[in-house]
């Protein structure tokens, strides 16, 4: 039996390919797992009984298919039917998923197998994944530290090499922020680039689906199996995929922007290491500015928790999930709720229902969407002068626990330099760089360069992200 960290989707691939049953592997390859992701907490539970399923079906299916054998992690704000989904949250703890995510479907027909759903902050809501309500993840290169939120724990056990690929969702940047934090490549797509049915939603017009893997052409890959299309969202789209052929075509035509308003005041090692990997691609460059970059963490803060206030609201301990008894249905709301959300889930409804509330929705909401018009015209307009943006995926290295929890101000900027592009609809991926030393001196912690395209141009952030990679390997 081979030895199971690291291995990428060719790994496996060539494992099937060569003779390894199925059942013998994975009756292996779990209790491995589930030894392995004791050192990070990655995973909420795994999914065996979906494991056993798909086996039997894909072992009727041709080895051609792109994922055949191979596992995949799922945020488990995901549907994967007849198994659990909390979203991390007491309300949810015991629902059990009625069908299929959309992009769940895409991944069991390509022939992928689901193993588990992974931790993340409850509801989405946080940048650290501290607020899930069953455990705490810990950041694969150093386990004092956070992996980031709120896919946490998709891009954990990606980092942690326990499997090749993971699904997440970014609402404000909660693939690419943590995709940083623990050394791997995190795409937030284009919006309606992949299709939402299946996602438990927290803010609907921020919401996307998105993919982690360690290796970009796995990344482009699985992107290609879960994109385009989909009836039952009706804001999915279906662009251009992401074969080599184009992105060969794009490559060394790129021009890039560097927005002034990212680095002035960065850490001086996290932006020398960009400028540098920058630099090392030999494709010409230039300063920029996004006039309207410095006020989208406000705007997002008004329209995320608004838009979350209403969708949360379906949680009223009637329906499904935690009920609590009561003599009178407005007190099964009220300790079926109390009972069920976290703090964070909490303050953010409480904000989202005073934003929308009477006589201050004008002076809140519509002013935020009004500047969300603003920000989008930002990004266009220097997208007309420059083929892709470059800025920092964090401002900071991946911080320690409970280090920010008691300043959700302090934590909040966590997402300052990725809200922007969930504002503005557009696609923008996470590319690990390197790693340096925080200044405790301690262990080496990775660094995330983000890149930023216009709409439905995920194929030259990966053209970039190929000439990067080829650049210094």
Known sequence: MPEFKNLTVSDFKKLFLGGYDLNDFYSTYLDWLKAADEKINGFLYLTEKTVAQSIAEIK??????????????????????????????????????????????KIKAAGGIIVGKTNMDEFAMGSSTENSAFKKTK???DPERIPGGSSGGSAAVVGAGLVPLSLGSDTGGSIRQPASFCDVYGLKPTYGAVSRYGLMAMASSLDQIGPFSRRLEDLTAIFDIIRGADPKDSTSQTGPASNQTNLNKI?????????IECFDDLDPKIKNLILEKIKSTGLEWVEISLNELAQSLACYYL???????????????????????????????KKSRRRGFGQE????????????????????????????????????KA????????????PSLPFKFEEKTSDPLAMYLSDIYTVSANLAGI????????????????????????????????????SFAKILEDANH
Request: hydrophobic share 45%; no cysteine; net charge positive.
């Open 60 to 105: 009727t299916k041709p080895k051609t298919l792109p994922l055949w054998g191979v596992p995949v992690a799922i945020k488990d704000a995901i549907l994967v039917k007849s198994e659990r989904a909390t979203s991390a949250s007491k309300i949810l703890e015991n629902f059990i998923a009625p069908y299929d995510a959309t992009v769940v479907k």
């Open 139 to 141: 950041n694969p290169f």
């Open 251 to 259: 490559k060394k035509k790129l021009k890039l922007g560097l927005p």
């Open 303 to 333: 329209i995320m928790p608004a838009e979350a206030s209403a969708n949360l609201a379906r949680y009223d301990g009637i329906r499904y999930g935690l009920s609590a008894e009561a003599d009178e249905i407005w007190s099964v709301y």
């Open 345 to 380: 889930v909490v303050r953010r409804i409480i904000l989202g229902t005073f934003i929308l509330s009477h006589g201050y929705y004008d002076a809140y909401y519509l002013k935020a969407q009004k500047l969300r018009q603003k920000i989008f015209s930002d990004f266009k």
């Open 383 to 394: 997208l007309t002068r420059v083929d892709l943006i470059l800025m920092p995926t964090s």
């Open 427 to 462: 696609p923008s991926l996470n590319i690990p760089i390197g790693l340096i030393e925080p200044p405790e001196r301690t262990k080496k912690l990775p660094v995330g360069l983000q890149v930023i395209a216009g709409l439905f141009e995920e194929n030259k952030i990966f």
